[in-house]
T-cell receptor, first 117, second 109 residues
Framework: NAGVTQTPKFRVLKTGQSMTLLCAQDMNHEYMYWYRQDPGMGLRLIHYSVGEGTTAKGEVPDGYNVSRLKKQNFLLGLESAAPSQTSVYFC????????????????FGQGTRLTVV | GQSLEQPSEVTAVEGAIVQINCTYQTSGFYGLSWYQQHDGGAPTFLSYNALDGLEETGRFSSFLSRSDSYGYLLLQELQMKDSASYFCAVTGGYQKVTFGTGTKLQVIP
């Protein structure tokens, strides 16, 4: 059972380049999330999805777009990378609260370290 | 919106007990969770409280008071491997999960 898999694990981009981060989960979870983590800032929610075909903005959505075309995949896109987007990006997924004993445990991928120069 | 506050750093002695507090503000509330993250690693789930009271899982316990918008994580019999960052997280409306800024716990001999 792979859980949550993020690709790539590391990436260096030049300012203005675009890229897509892929998150895949094999637990049939309804909910998926993208976070960024910066020193001293904790985990900040970028976008999230409550089901296939749906997306919603989190705390820091500007400069990012997402898509959830298939239930198991959640893609995070950077159309024009900026140095301020240098960060560690984590994807997470969770059960619906109405399913697994009301527990909303989030399972995380191993992260993507992105540097924008 | 949702916001959480927790101390930035805590130091405790091996074998001792430490409590990490978390206060939150949220529109809609399903529960309060705690996660552990070692340097360079991914956050891993520790506990979840949907109702008031204490939940115990081995050396770790978590408490919630919904009326006070407050919770804490209690770590007993501290071990060196417990040195990590600990995050509280609120699950609010639409199952949106918001994390605090984290508490860095240092366990010293």
């Amino acid at each position: 059972n792979a859980g949550v898999t993020q690709t790539p694990k590391f990436r260096v981009l030049k300012t203005g380049q675009s890229m897509t981060l892929l998150c895949a989960q094999d637990m049939n979870h309804e909910y998926m999330y993208w976070y960024r983590q910066d020193p001293g800032m904790g985990l900040r929610l970028i976008h999230y999805s409550v089901g296939e075909g749906t997306t919603a903005k989190g705390e820091v959505p500007d400069g990012y777009n997402v898509s959830r075309l298939k239930k198991q995949n959640f893609l995070l896109g950077l159309e024009s990378a900026a140095p301020s987007q240098t960060s560690v990006y984590f994807c997470a997924s969770s059960y619906s609260i109405w399913q697994e004993n009301m527990n909303t445990e989030a399972f995380f991928g191993q992260g993507t370290r992105l540097t924008v120069v | 919106g949702q916001s959480l506050e927790q101390p930035s750093e805590v130091t405790a002695v091996e074998g001792a007990i430490v409590q990490i507090n978390c206060t939150y503000q949220t529109s809609g509330f399903y529960g309060l969770s705690w996660y552990q993250q070692h340097d360079g690693g991914a956050p891993t789930f520790l506990s979840y409280n949907a109702l008031d009271g204490l939940e115990e899982t081995g050396r770790f316990s978590s408490f919630l008071s919904r009326s006070d918008s407050y919770g804490y994580l209690l770590l007993q019999e501290l071990q060196m491997k417990d040195s990590a960052s600990y995050f509280c997280a609120v699950t609010g409306g639409y199952q949106k999960v918001t994390f605090g800024t984290g508490t860095k716990l240092q366990v010293i001999p």
